[in-house]
């Protein structure tokens, strides 16, 4: 009889920034996503790391065009 390999049901992590060590999350049953990390911090991580591209098109002095 032939062996039955077992799969892996671990699936390889990603790499990933070295403060963001951990962070997993998941989407439940009622679609509420929920996460291993506060919100908060991932937001300070984020406005750290991460530049806004809206805001990069902003020139001081200038007005923006609102629609």
Do not use: C, R, W
């Not at 963001?20 to 679609?31: A, K, T």
């Amino acid at each position: 009889m032939p062996k039955i390999k077992k799969e892996s049901s671990k699936e390889p992590l990603p790499k990933v920034h070295p403060s963001l060590e951990g962070f997993h999350y998941e989407i439940n049953s009622f679609g509420e996503l929920s996460s291993s990390i506060p919100i908060e911090k991932l937001n300070a991580f984020l406005n750290k790391n991460v530049d806004d591209k809206k805001l990069q098109t902003l020139k001081p002095g200038k007005k923006s065009k609102n629609k």
